[in-house]
């Protein structure tokens, strides 16, 4: 579709999914159902999702007792803006002596270099036997990680988190971490506003607290057992006010010490990271939905002041306040003081 006179015609974001035999359905999905949401002011996606086959077009078997029809090649692959690589049960030398089987290898030699790439849980393997995750951070279902860092000891494997963006490879835990991580990928192209739409209209959060360590099995705690949930909502009420850690602790009725634990335990991360996180989602949407000054979102995200804003933007965005704003500003601006992630 083409633009104004002078402008560049309107091209959606290609996003390729590669089908490998033994593929979960649910993941397969997760790409389509995330990047397939998303629409511009004039109503154009913003994504194009595609699927392709190691091989000539055809089936591929599922770990389920049905099998898809792929009708597109590898060759689909030198297309991409970004390839997604789900996970596979029949991943056979590359899961267990981290070699890409000859098939593989010609359908990836397809992908053209600067291709942004990602991966769902186990599907990570197939991009570190490729080479791709050398020297870089990357992340798998808490399961696997240390088969991953046997393997692939060149690779900094961190088994607590839901995912990790590198920038240009990014990958994901087990299963549904697919879904965060592909909000997340929304939300860096398009802004905390598009992908929390998204999110609702997938009736998932859009941002889940925490990393794996909440998911690993562990003893069932004994009836009664107090949590930090209410802590969580009484802290998110009142993002724009100072909190102490004794305060949060104390809604729970618990010492500073036991409640720390406790919070670590069911979330993943400190007290403190998780107050950041949230403040910064909260300074993120006010930047995008409000007339609010820049000072003026320090305070209501609860940074207290820009200089303080700015820094923690930085460090988890990479961008200043007025770049996010700029980048990511809706067309109609509304103040609003009420945002929750």
């Known amino acids: 579709m083409s633009g104004q006179p002078g402008e560049p015609a309107f091209r959606p974001h290609r996003v390729v999914v590669l089908a490998m035999d033994g593929l979960l359905p649910f993941e397969l999905g997760i790409p389509h159902r995330i990047f397939g949401r998303p629409k511009d002011a004039q109503g154009r996606r913003l994504y194009e999702v595609m699927t392709c086959s190691v091989r000539p077009p055809g089936p591929v078997r599922t770990d389920a007792d049905f099998s898809i029809t792929v009708e597109h090649g590898p060759e689909l692959l030198a297309t991409a803006d970004t390839v997604v690589v789900p996970a596979s049960y029949e991943l056979g030398p590359v899961f267990e002596e981290g070699v890409l089987t000859d098939e593989l290898a010609a359908a990836l030699a397809h992908i053209r270099p600067g291709t942004r790439l990602t991966s769902i849980c186990t599907g990570v393997f197939v991009l570190a ?24 000891p060149k690779v900094d494997v961190d088994p607590d988190v839901l995912f990790v963006d590198d920038g240009d490879v990014l990958t994901s835990a087990g299963v549904a971490a697919g879904i ?25 959060p859009p941002h889940r607290d925490g990393g794996q360590a909440q998911y690993i099995e562990r003893p069932v705690p004994e009836p009664g057992t107090a949590t930090t949930t209410g802590a969580r909502a009484w802290a998110l009420g009142r993002l724009h006010e100072p909190i102490q850690l004794r305060d949060m602790a104390a809604q729970e009725s618990m010492s500073v010490r036991t409640f720390t634990r406790r919070f670590r335990e069911e979330v993943g991360v400190s007290p403190g990271q998780w107050l950041t996180q949230q403040r910064v989602e909260r300074a993120r949407c006010l930047l995008e939905s409000s007339d609010l000054s820049v000072d003026q979102v320090a305070q209501q995200a609860g940074f207290g002041t820009a200089q303080s ?12 306040p007025t770049a996010y704003r700029r980048t990511f500003r809706t067309d109609t601006p509304r103040t609003r003081t009420d945002v929750r992630t």
């Open 129 to 152: 036997a490729a080479g791709y995750l050398d020297g870089r951070r990357a992340t798998t279902h808490w399961a696997e990680t240390d088969q991953l860092q046997r393997l692939f």
């Open 180 to 204: 965060d991580l592909c909000l997340h990928m929304v939300r860096r192209d398009h802004g905390t506003t598009v992908a929390n739409d998204v999110a609702r209209r997938t009736v998932v």
């Open 309 to 320: 804003m700015r820094q923690h933007l930085q460090t988890a965005l990479g961008v200043t």
